[in-house]
C-alpha cells in the first residue's frame, strides 16, 4: 500500500508504504522527496547600489538551504559581486562577473540565513535559489 501526501511548506513529499510480508514484512519504511526549489529570487537585475541589500523575496531572517546562484553579465565590462548571509557574512567571496558572460555558482543546500547582495555596476542578471530549512 502506498499513500501520497501533498508536498506541505517545506516542498516535501512524505510517501510510507507498509508491506505486507516478504522483504517488508510488515515495517514502515517512510521515505522524504524534496520536489525542488521554493525559495526563489527570480531572474532579475542584481542592485547596484553600492551597498548590500536584501535579494527579492528572501528576507535577511530566513533559514533555507541554498542550492545555487545564477549570473549574467551581458555588458561590456567586468561587474563585481558581493553576496552575503543576512548577517553579511560572506557566502560568494567578492569577484568579478566577466564581461558578456554567465556564472552558475553550485551551492549544494548550504544552510544560510537570508541573503544580500550587490553588483558593482548596472547591468547584472541574477537569480538565487534553495529550499526552506525544515
Not at 24 to 45: F, H, P, R
Not at 66 to 84: E, H, K, Y
Not at 100 to 122: D, I, V, Y
Amino acid at each position: 500500500m502506498s499513500i501520497q501526501v501533498p508536498p506541505d511548506s517545506t516542498g516535501k513529499t512524505v510517501r510510507t508504504r507498509t508491506g505486507a510480508g516478504g522483504d517488508l514484512s510488515g515495517d514502515e519504511i517512510q521515505i522524504v522527496e524534496v520536489n525542488g526549489a521554493n525559495v526563489d529570487t527570480g531572474y532579475g537585475e542584481m542592485s547596484h547600489t553600492g551597498s548590500l541589500v536584501e535579494a527579492p523575496d528572501i528576507d535577511s531572517a530566513l533559514d533555507f538551504l541554498l542550492d545555487g546562484v545564477w549570473l549574467a553579465n551581458p555588458s561590456g565590462a567586468a561587474i563585481t559581486i558581493q553576496i552575503t548571509n543576512g548577517a553579511n557574512q560572506a557566502i560568494v567571496p567578492t569577484q568579478q562577473v566577466p564581461a558578456h558572460s554567465q556564472l552558475a555558482l553550485p551551492c549544494f543546500g548550504k544552510p544560510t540565513t537570508g541573503l544580500k547582495w550587490n553588483a558593482g555596476a548596472a547591468g547584472l542578471f541574477a537569480q538565487a535559489w534553495g529550499r526552506l530549512a525544515s
